[in-house]
């Protein structure tokens, strides 16, 4: 059974880090493309970041860019999410998903997501 399990969300004060971690059951995620999305309340799910398989080539968001970064430990089968400067913007519930294609995924692509972990950005 395919299983995502993330955490590592918390609350922080603005222009502070966290480090979130999806790891995985039921596949190894090295073969996909990896994502994480987050969903503020009253909002459509976001494209945050993406990792690539094989290769690991990353992508961010532009309201991201500069200020995470996606990368895996395959020995793990994790892929970690490193946020930095965070801002009250960023509260959102965080969740990781895989892709079996050749580029990163849209949230129209995920028919399931995982618990997610929760990112509160406050004074």
């Known amino acids: 059974q395919l299983q995502f399990v993330e955490s590592g969300g918390g609350v922080v004060q603005p222009g502070g880090s966290l480090t979130l971690s999806c790891a995985a059951s039921?596949?190894?995620?090295?073969?996909?493309?990896i994502a994480w999305f987050r969903q503020a309340p009253g909002k459509e799910h976001e494209w945050v970041a993406c990792i690539s398989n094989s290769d690991g080539n990353t992508y961010a968001s532009d309201s991201a860019k500069g200020r995470v970064r996606i990368f895996r430990d395959d020995t793990k089968n994790t892929v970690f999410l490193q946020m930095n400067s965070l801002k009250p913007e960023d509260t959102a519930v965080y969740y990781c998903a895989a892709h079996n294609g050749d580029v990163c995924p849209s949230s129209s692509d995920i028919s399931s997501w995982g618990p997610g972990t929760q990112i509160t950005v406050s004074l």
């Open positions: 039921g596949l190894i995620l090295h073969y996909y493309f």
